[in-house]
C-alpha cells in the first residue's frame, strides 16, 4: 500500500533555531517527491521537488535530502522566523496513469520569539 | 510561477442549499484540474480528478451526484456542493496541472454549512 509517514506530528522551535523534518515514504514505482509549506486556511505552496537521482535541493533557508533507497527523506530549516509556523506536507508521486499524489498528514511547525 | 485561484475564499450556507466554488489557473492552460478536501489537521484527500472536456473521475466514497465538477474550459473547474449539509464544512482545495504534470495548488474555500 502506498502509504507517506511523517514525523513529528508537531514540532515547536524558538525563533533562529534549525530543525529538521522527517519523511518516510513506501511508495511504488516512484516518481519525485515533493515538500510543501501550508500555511492555515491556505493552499500548499512547493518548496521542493526531487526525483529519484537527486539527493538533495535547496531553497533558501530550506533543504530537502533525499535517499531513495531507505525511501527516507527530510526537510531542513536553518534560522527559523516566526513566518516559518506552518504546516508542511511531504507528497510521493507514484508513476500511474495520470497524475497520483500521496499526501503525508503534514508536521505542524510553531516558531515562537 | 503558476498562479491558481479558486473563488470564493470561504462561503456560509444554510443546510440544503447547493454552494458553487470556481478554480481558475491564472496564466496556463491546465489539462487536468484536481479537487481535494481537507479536514482539520488531516491531510488532504483527493475527491476528483477532471480533464477539460470530459467526465470528472471521483475517488472511491465521493459521491458525484453530490459533488458536481465541471471543467468546461483549459483555465477553469466548478465544484458545486448540492444539497450541502453540516458534514460536508470543510476545506476545498483544487489544483491546476499543465504539460509538465506538476500540480499548483489554489488557496482554497472555507465552506460551512449552517
Known amino acids: 500500500k502506498n502509504q507517506v509517514e511523517q514525523s513529528p506530528q508537531s514540532l515547536i522551535i524558538l525563533e533562529g533555531k534549525n530543525c529538521t523534518l522527517q519523511c518516510n515514504y513506501t511508495v511504488s514505482p516512484f516518481s519525485n517527491l515533493r515538500w510543501y509549506k501550508q500555511d492555515t486556511g491556505r493552499g500548499p505552496v512547493s518548496l521542493t521537488i526531487m526525483t529519484f537521482s537527486e539527493n538533495t535541493k535547496s531553497n533558501g533557508r530550506y533543504t530537502a535530502t533525499l535517499d531513495a533507497d531507505t525511501k527516507q527523506s527530510s526537510l531542513h530549516i536553518t534560522a527559523s522566523q516566526l513566518s516559518d509556523s506552518a504546516s508542511y506536507i511531504c507528497?510521493?508521486?507514484?508513476?500511474?496513469?495520470?497524475?497520483?499524489?500521496?499526501f503525508g498528514k503534514g508536521t505542524t511547525l510553531s516558531v515562537s520569539s | 510561477g503558476a498562479v491558481v485561484s479558486q473563488h470564493p475564499s470561504r462561503v456560509i450556507c444554510k443546510s440544503g442549499t447547493s454552494v458553487k466554488i470556481e478554480c481558475r489557473s491564472l496564466?496556463?492552460?491546465?489539462?487536468?484540474m484536481f479537487w481535494y478536501r481537507q479536514f482539520p489537521k488531516q491531510s488532504l484527500m483527493l475527491m476528483a480528478t477532471s480533464n477539460e472536456g470530459s467526465k470528472a473521475t471521483y475517488e472511491q466514497g465521493v459521491e458525484k451526484d453530490k459533488f458536481l465538477i465541471n471543467h468546461a474550459s483549459l483555465t477553469l473547474s466548478t465544484l458545486t456542493v448540492t444539497s450541502a449539509h453540516p458534514e460536508d464544512s470543510s476545506f476545498y482545495i483544487c489544483?491546476?496541472?499543465?504539460?509538465?504534470?506538476?500540480?499548483?495548488f489554489g488557496p482554497g474555500t472555507r465552506l460551512t454549512v449552517l
Open positions: 507528497v510521493v508521486s507514484a508513476y500511474q496513469a495520470g497524475t497520483a499524489l500521496i
Open positions: 496564466d496556463f492552460q491546465a489539462t487536468t
Open positions: 489544483s491546476a496541472s499543465g504539460r509538465r504534470d506538476e500540480q499548483f
